[in-house]
């Protein structure tokens, strides 16, 4: 199948920094790809879909300028989360259909825990 | 709007023993629906999708759009099915997923 890499896997920051997770597919473009946010024990969120070479489309209650999206070539998605708070400690996962009407392929994950 | 109802948050079996997760969504559109399974600290990965009607590691799930399920089942459960697995609903092709909120299944020796 597929393959979806991010990075880090696991980041600790301090309250008010920025942080940026990378989504990367590895051996095929991706236009599309999906951003979650899955809290301990429960099920993905999707916080967002992000586009390549336009805008995010981000899902009801998810902040625009929390959750920074950008897509900017075909292998690559990024997501800062800015100003983190405490609050804001999650796992986020990306994924991407290798092509239209594919299945999603998930990457591993990054933990982020903001002290 | 689209909703998945996995209504067994645990489901625990002996091995051998046959077990079915069960799937229930509502959406008014013909959905596409799929089985992502997560095992202990590995990734997300499709387990199966409808329109495939393959079989995957044993598993099978019907669609009944009567009863609006998509039940996840196996005849005969190993310990290495232990997982947790998600239940996802996709309305149109390239669209975003719906996921329900998961069974843990553990199988006991």
């Known amino acids: 199948g597929a393959v979806v890499s991010q990075h880090p896997s696991r980041v600790i920051c301090k309250s008010g920094t920025s942080v940026k997770i990378e989504c990367r597919s590895l051996d095929f473009q991706a236009t599309t790809m999906f951003w979650y946010r899955q809290f301990p024990k429960q099920s993905l969120m999707l916080m967002a879909t992000?586009?390549?070479?336009?805008?995010?489309?981000?899902e009801q209650g998810v902040e625009k300028d929390k959750f920074l999206i950008n897509h900017a070539s075909l292998t690559l998605s990024t997501l800062t989360v800015t100003s983190a708070h405490p609050e804001d400690s999650s796992f986020y996962i990306c994924?991407?259909?290798?092509?239209?009407?594919?299945?999603?392929?998930f990457g591993p994950g990054t933990r982020l825990l903001v002290l | 709007a689209q909703r998945v109802t996995q209504p067994e948050k645990l489901l625990s079996v002996f091995k051998g023993a046959p077990v079915e997760l069960k799937c229930n969504y509502s959406?008014?559109?013909?959905?596409?629906l799929f089985w992502y399974v997560q095992y202990s600290r590995q990734r997300l990965q499709l387990l199966l999708r409808h329109i495939s009607r393959e079989s995957i590691k044993g598993f099978t799930a019907d669609l009944n759009k009567g009863e609006t399920s998509f039940h996840l089942k196996k005849p005969f459960a190993q310990e290495e099915d232990s997982a947790m697995y998600y239940c996802?609903?996709?309305?149109?092709?390239?669209?975003?997923?719906?996921f329900g909120e998961g069974t843990q299944l553990t199988v006991n020796p």
């Open positions: 959406y008014s559109g013909s959905p596409e």
């Open positions: 996802a609903l996709r309305e149109t092709s390239g669209s975003r997923l719906t």
């Open positions: 994924s991407a259909p290798r092509t239209v009407g594919d299945a999603q392929y």
């Open positions: 992000s586009n390549e070479g336009s805008k995010a489309t981000y």
